[in-house]
Protein backbone atom coordinates (compact mmCIF):
# COMPACT_ATOMS: atom_id res chain seq x y z
CA UNK A 1 0.00 0.00 0.00
CA UNK A 2 3.06 2.01 1.09
CA UNK A 3 4.48 1.63 -1.96
CA UNK A 4 1.21 2.67 -4.20
CA UNK A 5 0.98 5.51 -2.52
CA UNK A 6 4.80 6.22 -3.08
CA UNK A 7 4.26 5.41 -6.93
CA UNK A 8 1.13 7.56 -6.92
CA UNK A 9 3.32 10.90 -5.82
CA UNK A 10 5.87 10.30 -7.77
CA UNK A 11 3.86 9.91 -11.50
CA UNK A 12 1.85 13.20 -10.19
CA UNK A 13 5.03 15.14 -9.18
CA UNK A 14 6.53 14.38 -12.77
CA UNK A 15 3.01 14.96 -14.22
CA UNK A 16 2.87 18.43 -12.51
CA UNK A 17 6.72 19.29 -13.54
CA UNK A 18 6.24 18.45 -16.64
CA UNK A 19 3.43 21.29 -17.06
CA UNK A 20 6.30 23.73 -16.35
CA UNK A 21 9.09 22.10 -17.91
CA UNK A 22 10.98 21.67 -21.37
CA UNK A 23 14.23 21.22 -22.06
CA UNK A 24 16.13 23.76 -23.85
CA UNK A 25 19.50 24.47 -25.85
CA UNK A 26 19.54 28.07 -25.50
CA UNK A 27 22.82 29.76 -24.49
CA UNK A 28 21.03 32.31 -22.38
CA UNK A 29 17.60 31.64 -20.45
CA UNK A 30 15.77 34.44 -21.21
CA UNK A 31 12.05 35.64 -21.35
CA UNK A 32 9.93 37.73 -24.05
CA UNK A 33 7.27 40.08 -23.70
CA UNK A 34 5.24 40.70 -26.22
CA UNK A 35 2.30 42.88 -26.45
CA UNK A 36 -0.97 43.03 -29.26
CA UNK A 37 -2.92 45.41 -30.90
CA UNK A 38 -2.96 48.90 -31.33
CA UNK A 39 -2.71 50.82 -28.65
CA UNK A 40 0.50 52.53 -29.38
CA UNK A 41 -0.56 55.40 -26.86
CA UNK A 42 -0.86 53.15 -23.76
CA UNK A 43 2.64 51.46 -24.57
CA UNK A 44 3.92 54.84 -25.03
CA UNK A 45 2.74 56.09 -22.10
CA UNK A 46 4.68 52.70 -20.49
CA UNK A 47 8.11 53.14 -21.99
CA UNK A 48 9.90 55.36 -19.45
CA UNK A 49 8.71 51.91 -16.80
CA UNK A 50 10.30 49.31 -19.18
CA UNK A 51 12.81 51.90 -20.11
CA UNK A 52 13.97 52.19 -15.80
CA UNK A 53 14.00 48.79 -16.15
CA UNK A 54 16.22 48.17 -18.75
CA UNK A 55 13.25 45.92 -20.62
CA UNK A 56 13.04 45.70 -24.35
CA UNK A 57 9.93 44.08 -25.34
CA UNK A 58 8.12 43.29 -28.94
CA UNK A 59 4.91 44.83 -29.89
CA UNK A 60 3.08 43.02 -32.65
CA UNK A 61 1.04 45.84 -34.63
CA UNK A 62 -2.81 45.65 -36.18
CA UNK A 63 -4.40 48.15 -38.04
CA UNK A 64 -1.10 50.23 -38.64
CA UNK A 65 -3.33 52.25 -41.83
CA UNK A 66 -5.66 53.77 -38.83
CA UNK A 67 -2.53 54.75 -36.77
CA UNK A 68 -2.08 58.76 -36.83
CA UNK A 69 1.28 60.35 -37.70
CA UNK A 70 1.29 60.97 -33.63
CA UNK A 71 0.93 57.30 -32.80
CA UNK A 72 3.21 56.51 -35.81
CA UNK A 73 6.09 58.61 -34.23
CA UNK A 74 5.30 57.14 -31.01
CA UNK A 75 5.97 53.93 -32.99
CA UNK A 76 9.24 54.76 -33.95
CA UNK A 77 9.89 56.27 -30.52
CA UNK A 78 9.48 52.76 -29.30
CA UNK A 79 11.51 51.26 -31.59
CA UNK A 80 14.40 53.05 -31.18
CA UNK A 81 14.37 52.31 -28.00
CA UNK A 82 15.63 49.00 -28.47
CA UNK A 83 11.66 47.21 -29.02
CA UNK A 84 10.78 45.23 -31.69
CA UNK A 85 7.56 46.39 -33.81
CA UNK A 86 6.15 43.23 -35.17
CA UNK A 87 3.34 42.45 -37.39
CA UNK A 88 -0.56 41.44 -36.29
CA UNK A 89 -2.37 41.70 -39.65
CA UNK A 90 -4.33 44.85 -41.06
CA UNK A 91 -7.82 44.22 -39.63
CA UNK A 92 -7.26 41.71 -36.95
CA UNK A 93 -9.83 39.08 -38.62
CA UNK A 94 -9.83 35.51 -37.78
CA UNK A 95 -7.16 34.16 -40.43
CA UNK A 96 -8.88 30.53 -40.73
CA UNK A 97 -12.38 32.12 -41.22
CA UNK A 98 -10.84 34.90 -43.80
CA UNK A 99 -9.24 32.23 -45.76
CA UNK A 100 -11.95 29.81 -46.00
CA UNK A 101 -14.28 32.67 -47.11
CA UNK A 102 -12.37 34.66 -49.28
CA UNK A 103 -9.26 32.35 -49.77
CA UNK A 104 -5.73 32.91 -49.35
CA UNK A 105 -4.26 35.42 -52.19
CA UNK A 106 -7.17 37.83 -50.96
CA UNK A 107 -6.11 37.01 -47.23
CA UNK A 108 -2.17 37.52 -48.40
CA UNK A 109 -2.91 40.89 -50.30
CA UNK A 110 -5.57 42.91 -48.11
CA UNK A 111 -4.43 41.79 -44.66
CA UNK A 112 -0.49 41.25 -45.34
CA UNK A 113 1.01 42.92 -48.51
CA UNK A 114 -0.59 46.13 -48.69
CA UNK A 115 -0.22 46.87 -45.00
CA UNK A 116 3.37 45.80 -45.11
CA UNK A 117 3.89 48.12 -47.74
CA UNK A 118 2.24 50.55 -45.85
CA UNK A 119 5.00 50.00 -42.67
CA UNK A 120 7.53 49.70 -44.58
CA UNK A 121 7.15 53.30 -47.01
CA UNK A 122 6.89 54.33 -43.08
CA UNK A 123 10.63 52.74 -42.14
CA UNK A 124 9.53 49.71 -40.18
CA UNK A 125 10.68 46.65 -40.97
CA UNK A 126 8.52 43.77 -39.67
CA UNK A 127 9.51 39.95 -39.14
CA UNK A 128 7.96 38.10 -36.94
CA UNK A 129 4.00 37.84 -37.48
CA UNK A 130 1.30 36.74 -34.72
CA UNK A 131 -2.08 35.36 -35.42
CA UNK A 132 -5.18 37.56 -34.29
CA UNK A 133 -7.05 35.38 -31.92
CA UNK A 134 -4.01 32.67 -31.92
CA UNK A 135 -6.16 31.25 -34.34
CA UNK A 136 -4.11 29.11 -36.91
CA UNK A 137 -2.99 25.83 -38.56
CA UNK A 138 0.35 24.45 -39.52
CA UNK A 139 -1.09 25.15 -43.17
CA UNK A 140 -1.04 28.53 -42.39
CA UNK A 141 1.81 28.61 -39.95
CA UNK A 142 3.45 27.39 -43.63
CA UNK A 143 2.29 29.85 -45.72
CA UNK A 144 2.83 32.58 -43.39
CA UNK A 145 6.89 31.80 -42.57
CA UNK A 146 7.18 32.65 -46.11
CA UNK A 147 7.03 36.57 -44.98
CA UNK A 148 7.88 35.79 -41.68
CA UNK A 149 11.14 34.67 -39.04
CA UNK A 150 8.34 33.52 -36.95
CA UNK A 151 4.92 33.38 -36.46
CA UNK A 152 3.01 33.67 -32.61
CA UNK A 153 0.25 31.94 -31.69
CA UNK A 154 -1.50 31.84 -27.92
CA UNK A 155 -1.47 29.24 -25.47
CA UNK A 156 -5.02 28.30 -24.12
CA UNK A 157 -4.06 25.00 -22.64
CA UNK A 158 -2.64 24.23 -19.11
CA UNK A 159 0.09 22.86 -20.43
CA UNK A 160 2.46 25.39 -19.87
CA UNK A 161 5.70 24.75 -21.07
CA UNK A 162 4.24 25.27 -23.89
CA UNK A 163 5.20 28.43 -24.00
CA UNK A 164 8.64 27.75 -23.32
CA UNK A 165 10.55 27.65 -26.48
CA UNK A 166 14.03 25.80 -26.57
CA UNK A 167 16.13 27.19 -29.30
CA UNK A 168 16.80 30.67 -30.69
CA UNK A 169 15.75 30.14 -34.09
CA UNK A 170 12.26 29.23 -33.70
CA UNK A 171 9.67 29.53 -36.10
CA UNK A 172 6.01 28.88 -34.08
CA UNK A 173 5.43 30.38 -30.42
CA UNK A 174 2.47 29.81 -28.18
CA UNK A 175 2.40 32.90 -25.73
CA UNK A 176 1.26 32.69 -22.01
CA UNK A 177 -1.36 35.35 -21.66
CA UNK A 178 -0.35 37.82 -18.91
CA UNK A 179 -3.67 39.75 -19.08
CA UNK A 180 -6.58 39.56 -16.66
CA UNK A 181 -9.03 37.84 -18.40
CA UNK A 182 -6.23 34.82 -18.80
CA UNK A 183 -7.09 34.24 -15.14
CA UNK A 184 -3.51 32.81 -14.33
CA UNK A 185 -2.06 32.61 -10.65
CA UNK A 186 1.11 34.72 -10.04
CA UNK A 187 2.83 31.50 -9.25
CA UNK A 188 2.46 29.99 -13.12
CA UNK A 189 4.67 32.82 -14.06
CA UNK A 190 7.02 32.10 -11.17
CA UNK A 191 7.15 28.89 -12.23
CA UNK A 192 7.50 29.22 -15.73
CA UNK A 193 10.65 31.85 -14.82
CA UNK A 194 12.14 28.73 -12.65
CA UNK A 195 11.80 26.48 -15.01
CA UNK A 196 13.45 28.88 -18.17
CA UNK A 197 16.63 29.84 -15.79
CA UNK A 198 16.73 25.70 -14.66
CA UNK A 199 16.25 24.46 -18.45
CA UNK A 200 17.85 27.16 -20.41
CA UNK A 201 14.88 28.45 -22.53
CA UNK A 202 12.97 31.15 -23.00
CA UNK A 203 9.60 31.99 -21.84
CA UNK A 204 7.21 33.82 -24.33
CA UNK A 205 4.75 36.19 -22.84
CA UNK A 206 1.51 38.10 -24.23
CA UNK A 207 -0.49 41.27 -22.89
CA UNK A 208 -2.41 44.09 -24.68
CA UNK A 209 -2.72 47.07 -22.72
CA UNK A 210 -0.90 47.89 -19.34
CA UNK A 211 -2.41 49.12 -16.10
CA UNK A 212 -4.97 51.51 -18.09
CA UNK A 213 -9.11 51.38 -19.26
CA UNK A 214 -11.76 49.51 -18.63
CA UNK A 215 -10.81 46.48 -20.21
CA UNK A 216 -10.18 42.47 -19.18
CA UNK A 217 -7.03 42.61 -22.22
CA UNK A 218 -4.49 44.39 -20.08
CA UNK A 219 -1.94 43.66 -17.37
CA UNK A 220 -1.64 45.24 -14.33
CA UNK A 221 1.47 48.02 -14.10
CA UNK A 222 1.63 45.40 -10.79
CA UNK A 223 1.74 42.06 -12.47
CA UNK A 224 4.11 43.08 -15.33
CA UNK A 225 6.56 44.36 -13.17
CA UNK A 226 6.70 41.40 -10.98
CA UNK A 227 7.09 39.28 -13.71
CA UNK A 228 9.96 41.57 -14.76
CA UNK A 229 11.34 41.55 -11.40
CA UNK A 230 11.80 37.95 -11.03
CA UNK A 231 13.34 37.47 -14.62
CA UNK A 232 15.79 39.93 -13.58
CA UNK A 233 16.40 37.68 -10.06
CA UNK A 234 17.15 35.31 -12.33
CA UNK A 235 19.08 36.61 -14.38
CA UNK A 236 16.85 36.15 -17.43
CA UNK A 237 17.90 37.76 -20.50
CA UNK A 238 14.98 39.70 -22.18
CA UNK A 239 14.53 39.39 -26.01
CA UNK A 240 12.65 40.56 -28.88
CA UNK A 241 11.34 37.73 -30.44
CA UNK A 242 13.58 38.30 -33.74
CA UNK A 243 16.70 37.34 -31.70
CA UNK A 244 15.05 33.99 -30.89
CA UNK A 245 13.58 33.21 -34.40
CA UNK A 246 14.94 31.77 -37.13
CA UNK A 247 17.91 33.45 -38.80
ZN1 LIG B 1 -4.69 40.74 -31.18
Not at 117 to 144: C, E, I, W
Request: charged share 25%; aromatic share 12%; hydrophobic share 35%.
Amino acid sequence: MKNTIFLLAVILLTLSCRKFDKPGKMSEAGIVLTFDDDYVDNWYKYLPVLDSMNVKATFYVCRYYKLTPAEIHKLKIIEAHGNEIAFHTANHLNTLQYMKEHGYDQFLNLEINNELTKMRQDGFNPVSFAYPFGAHTSGTDNLLLHYFKSVRALNGTENYAKSLTKYDDGEVFYAMEMDINSKRKESVYDELLNSAKVHSNCLVLVGHKIEDGDTKMKVSLKRLKRIINKAKELNLRFYTVSEISRK
